[in-house]
C-alpha cells in the first residue's frame, strides 16, 4: 500500500518534538489525514507513534 506523500527526517529535541506534534494536531483532519512519526533507537529497534488515520500496511518498514 502506498503510504508516503512527504517525509521529514532529522534529529529533534523531545520539547520540540511535543511542540510538532501540538501543532500538526491543529491542521489535519483526523478522519483522513496521517502522521507518522518513528524514534528509531537502533536499525532493530524503532518506536512507531500516529496521528490520525493509521493505514493498514503490509510488509517490511524500511
Known amino acids: 500500500m ?3 506523500n ?3 527526517e532529522g534529529e529533534i529535541s ?5 511542540k510538532c506534534k501540538f501543532e500538526l494536531e ?4 483526523k478522519e483522513v489525514d496521517s502522521i507518522y ?4 533507537e537502533n536499525r532493530l529497534n524503532y ?3 500516529v496521528i490520525g488515520v493509521e493505514k ?4 517490511n518498514v524500511l
Open 2 to 4: 502506498w503510504v508516503q
Open 56 to 59: 493498514e500496511m503490509t510488509g
Open 37 to 40: 512519526f518513528y524514534s528509531l
Open 26 to 29: 491543529k491542521v489535519i483532519d
Open 14 to 18: 523531545e520539547g520540540k518534538l511535543v
Open 47 to 49: 518506536r512507531k507513534t
Open 6 to 8: 512527504s517525509v521529514f
